[in-house]
């Protein structure tokens, strides 16, 4: 462990029970935050304080060119009052990876895990109680030049803020498979976590492939899986598909769970045949935010594939239960992808 990061606290905490329980997905954030910034060949005094607005250039390179990344992890209550990270260094792996491949400077291992793990441990009251309850961490990593030269930036600063949350979506969701747009292309950076991905402004949308628009790829913050002839399949990660971490955790539980499940391609016409022979029973999308999302609904061209109301014998709701109790350290934690805080 390196130094102890320097802590401005608060002066008055927000925290009340009605934001730490009842908060909108991502809308209300804890009292603190961590700051690093990396500059000429280092990264200079990381600091935690409390959480609050920051001015820049309006000539900053994310605004025009965006040149920046992001993460998105929780953190939640475990037995005997503790508090657990899920698989925090999958996605420190990640936000380097994403670093990279958009020119920035990677992130020193003890920074993240240290600086993340002390912003948990002193926001920790702010980890909800209830029920698919956590605390989001949300890293992001952006270049601070003040200069319109198109190059990657000279300066970058990282920020890691936290956000009390509930499960993303309440109800099973609707998608509308999309022929027009696409979110990624061989070459591109859909494997990144980069915030230009998001840009087209889409909600809901089940992604296809840049190429042919013939195979399904994933949807806007989740990765996607389907149940066909009693099988989880899921498309492979081919370079243009975020490689989710709750997906990777699904392939591993599916598999203790007895379910065969296969990562392969999965061509949108497939899917018409078979939900129309009765063969494909569920859809369900997995990720840090949706936790596991049933799919109620697929719309492609005019039609409306409809899946019907998730049972507690589905996959999904299996899959899901065994999820989160390990994430609360109510299983054991075979994988060690907990990191106690
Ligand atoms: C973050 C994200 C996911 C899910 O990744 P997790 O590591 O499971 O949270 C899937 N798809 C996209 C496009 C994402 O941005």
Redesign the pocket.
């Known amino acids: 462990m390196s130094a102890p990061i320097p802590i401005t606290r608060v002066s008055q905490s927000r925290l009340t029970e009605a934001l730490r329980e009842n908060s909108e997905f991502g809308a209300t954030f804890s009292d603190h935050m961590l700051v690093a910034d990396w500059e000429a060949g280092s990264w200079k005094h990381p600091q935690i304080v409390p959480f609050g607005p920051i001015s820049f250039s309006p000539a900053l390179t994310p605004f025009h060119y965006g040149q920046a990344i992001f993460?998105?992890?929780k953190a939640h209550r475990i037995p005997n009052d503790r508090v657990a990270l899920f698989r925090p260094r999958?996605?420190f792996v990640?936000l380097n990876r994403s670093a990279a491949r958009l020119a920035m400077p990677g992130i020193p291992e003890p920074l993240f895990l240290q600086g993340v793990t002390e912003l948990v441990r002193l926001d920790r009251d702010w980890i909800p109680h209830r029920e698919g309850g956590a605390l989001y961490v949300r890293p992001t990593y952006f270049g601070i030049d003040d200069t319109l030269l198109v190059r990657p930036a000279n300066r970058f600063r990282l920020i890691v803020m936290t956000c009390p949350v509930g499960p993303y979506f309440a109800q099973p969701i609707r998608l509308l498979a999309e022929e027009r747009y696409v979110?990624a292309f061989p070459g591109g950076t859909?494997d990144s976590?980069a915030a230009g991905?998001?840009a087209g402004g889409f909600h809901n949308v089940l992604w296809l492939d840049g190429v042919e628009r013939r195979y399904v790829e994933?949807?806007?913050?989740?990765?996607v899986f389907f149940v066909l002839d009693g099988k989880a399949i899921t498309p492979p990660l081919s370079g243009t598909?975020?490689?989710?971490?709750?997906?990777?955790?699904a392939l591993t539980l599916l598999r203790e769970m007895g379910i065969s499940a296969e990562e392969r391609q999965i061509p949108i016409d497939e899917i018409l045949s078979a939900h129309a022979a009765g063969k494909l029973t569920e859809a369900f999308g997995?990720?840090?935010?949706?936790i596991v999302a049933p799919i109620a609904c697929i719309r492609y061209r005019d039609r409306d594939l409809q899946f019907s109301a998730v049972a507690d014998s589905s996959v999904a709701a299996r899959l899901r239960s065994r999820l989160v109790a390990i994430q609360t350290g109510r299983e054991p934690d075979k994988h060690n992808w907990l990191l106690p805080v």
């Open positions: 993460e998105g992890f999958e996605n990640r979110r859909g976590k991905n998001y994933e949807s806007g913050v989740m990765n598909i975020l490689p989710g971490v709750t997906r990777d955790s997995a990720g840090t935010a949706a």
